[in-house]
């Protein structure tokens, strides 16, 4: 399993444009993806400018898949303009209750974290 978090600060007044694009074109895209199970637009009322999206993927392939695909790129070259900065937050979770936990500020510097169940 393989949950996937994005972390935006929209630029100001481009909010609506976000919440359009979101709609109309990246729920459906993904509603349309092989193996994503959950889709989850956020924001934070006390921020509005400030946005969260959570995708549930299984299997882990499937995410990785998505990622490296052509819609992906164009996807997200058109959702790129709306954003001051961002990270991506990336949890792997295995049968034995191991996993790791990659965190990224979408540079090419990430940081990778294990650890193990009890």
């Known amino acids: 399993m393989h949950l996937r978090m ?3 600060l ?6 609506p444009q976000l919440r359009e694009l979101y709609a109309d074109v990246i729920l459906p895209a993904l ?9 989850a637009p956020l ?3 006390e921020q509005p400018r400030h946005c969260l999206s959570l995708t549930l993927w299984l299997p882990e ?4 898949n ?9 996807t997200t070259a ?5 954003f001051e900065e ?24 990430s940081v990778r974290i294990r650890f193990r169940g009890g």
């Open 6 to 8: 994005v972390e935006d």
């Open 10 to 15: 929209v630029k100001e007044h481009r909010e």
């Open 31 to 39: 509603d349309n993806t092989p193996g994503c199970e959950l889709t």
């Open 43 to 45: 924001r934070l009322h």
């Open 61 to 64: 392939e499937a995410a990785e």
């Open 66 to 74: 998505c990622v490296r695909s052509v819609k992906y790129s164009e």
């Open 78 to 82: 058109v959702v790129e303009e709306l």
């Open 86 to 109: 961002g990270s991506a937050w990336e949890i792997r979770l295995s049968r034995d209750r191991t996993g790791s936990l990659l965190l990224s500020r979408r540079s090419p510097r």
